[in-house]
C-alpha cells in the first residue's frame, strides 16, 4: 500500500482527535495511514505524503514547527495544506486579509504587548466585554473573557510579551453557538455547531464544548465558501485546498467569520457518517489529479 503520514503530537492525551476514522476509508482506498509526532525524527523522504492533523501543541514553539513543515515541503513528500498557505494562516492576522477581500469578520483590535490601561481602552472601545487572544495560539489557550469589571492581571500576565487580539464577546457564541464548516478539496462536506459548556465561552470539547451536527443551510454555506476561497486567494493557494474549516458566528445580522483554520484543524468525521469517506476521496483526487 502507499503511505501518508498523518502529522500529530508527541501526547495528544486530552484531546479528542477523530482522524483515526479516515483509517479504513484510506485503506479502502489503497493508503495506509501513519500517525507521526510532528518532533519526531522522521524520514520525511520515505513517505509519500503528509497531511497536517493534529499537532495541537505547535503554538509553543511556532518557529519549529514551521521549521519542521519546510522540512518537509523540501522533502519527495506531499505536503498538505500548501506550505505558503500555513505560514500565512498560523498569525491570525490574516482576519486583516480576509476583511480586506470583503469577508464579514468582527471588529478587531491589535496590539504587541497587553496593558492594564490597553484592557481598559478596550472596553471604552467594543463598548463593553472583550475577548483577548494570541495573533499565534491554539485550543483557546491564552485567551480571556474580559467583562469591564474584570481583574485584567491574568491576561496581562499570558499577553503581556506577545502579539494579541481583541474582539467584543459575541453573546451569540453562548446563546447558539460557533458554527463550522467544512470542505475537502473544495467541496462542501459537513458542519458542526460547538456550544460552550454552562457558564464558559470556549466551545472546545477539551473545555466542556457540546458537539452536534448542523444541517448546511445555504446562508452558512455560501459564507463559508466564501470565506475558505479569500483565504485560498490571499495565502497564495494555487487551487482548491485538501482540507479547510470556517468557524462563523452570527454577528450583525449575518454570519461573520471567527476563524478561517487551514493547518490543522479536527475535522470532526464522526458527526457525519459520510465525511472520512469525503476526506478519502479528496486525499487521492489530490494525489492523483
Known sequence: M?????LTMDRPDGFVTYDHLAVAPLAARGWA????????DADWGAIEAVVVRSPWDYQDDPDAFLAVLAAIDASPACLANPLGVMRWNLDKRYLRDL???????????????????DVHALHDQFRGEVVVKPVVGANADATFRLPPEADPTAAVAALGARPWLAQPFVRAVVDEGEASVFLFGGAVSHAILKTPAAGDFRVQEEHGGVIRSLPLAPDLVDAAARAIAAAEDAGGADGPLLYARADLVRW?????????????????????????????????RWMDG
Open 2 to 6: 502507499r503511505r501518508v503520514a498523518f
Open 33 to 40: 495511514v501513519d500517525f507521526v509526532p510532528w518532533r519526531a
Open 99 to 117: 476583511a480586506a477581500r470583503g469577508v464579514p469578520t468582527l471588529p478587531t483590535a491589535w496590539g504587541d504587548a497587553l496593558t492594564a490601561d
Open 252 to 284: 450583525d445580522g449575518g454570519w461573520a467569520v471567527m476563524e478561517v483554520e487551514l493547518i490543522e484543524p479536527s475535522l470532526y468525521f464522526a458527526y457525519d457518517d459520510a465525511a472520512a469517506d469525503r476526506f478519502a476521496d479528496a486525499f487521492v
